[in-house]
T-cell receptor, first 113, second 110 residues
């Protein structure tokens, strides 16, 4: 157990639907990051939050949005889902802006059918 | 934007052989990190390099950061079957986001 909790572990949904992925960071970590990993692909940076504020944005689609709540957990919302959104979505956390290694959760595998 | 390239994409070695993966960034990095992802698992942090020309060792793993802080390498001596997985470098250009390379998938024949 890495200390970063992601739910659900698996999600199967139809095209056009909307889903929410949830992440609880490791205790004490203020930063949360979301990454997308497609089959046999690298990790694509989506977005970062630090203590509730959006800090950095990657190539995140307009159909995707995220937020970090006062208790520091984060949610990634994916809407108008397409087949190409099928991927592993990882959440990671770190101990503040002076990054020293990310701790990743076990991921949510999203399948869009 | 910042790009991090990693080669080779795949490496298949006989157990006991050495393995090296190389990482190049399009921009100067403040630090570089290395991660390992086992099949079906999540990335696990291995090490961070910060200083120009820095070399760090973890048992059979040797990590190097280039003098210009734009490239890095990971060398594994005498691979074992437990080394199987995908090795990612990740560059931090101080823009609050870590950009991952495409990864090198290591397969080890017993």
């Amino acid at each position: 157990d890495s200390g970063v909790t992601q739910t659900p572990k698996h999600l199967i949904t139809a095209t056009g639907q909307r889903v929410t992925l949830r992440c609880s960071p490791r205790s004490g970590d203020l930063s949360v990051y979301w990454y997308q990993q497609s089959l046999d692909q690298g990790l694509q940076f989506l977005i970062q939050y630090y203590n509730g504020e959006e800090r950095a944005k990657g190539n995140i689609l307009e159909r995707f949005s995220a937020q970090q709540f006062p208790d520091l957990h984060s949610e990634l919302n994916l809407s108008s889902l397409e087949l190409g959104d099928s991927a592993l979505y990882f959440c990671a956390s770190s101990g503040g802006p002076a990054n020293y290694g990310y701790t990743f959760g076990s991921g949510t595998r999203l399948t869009v059918v | 934007g910042q790009q991090v390239m990693q080669i080779p994409q795949y490496q298949h070695v006989q157990e006991g052989e050495d393995f090296t993966t190389y990482c190049n960034s399009s921009t100067t990095l403040s630090n570089i990190q290395w991660y390992k992802q086992r099949p079906g698992g999540h990335p696990v942090f291995l090490i961070q390099l910060v200083k120009s020309g820095e070399v760090k060792k973890q048992k059979r793993l040797t990590f190097q950061f280039g003098e210009a802080k734009k490239n890095s390498s990971l060398h594994i001596t005498a691979t074992q079957t437990t080394d199987v997985g995908t090795y990612f470098c990740a560059g931090d250009d101080s823009s609050y986001k870590l950009i991952f390379g495409s990864g090198t998938r290591l397969l080890v024949r017993p």
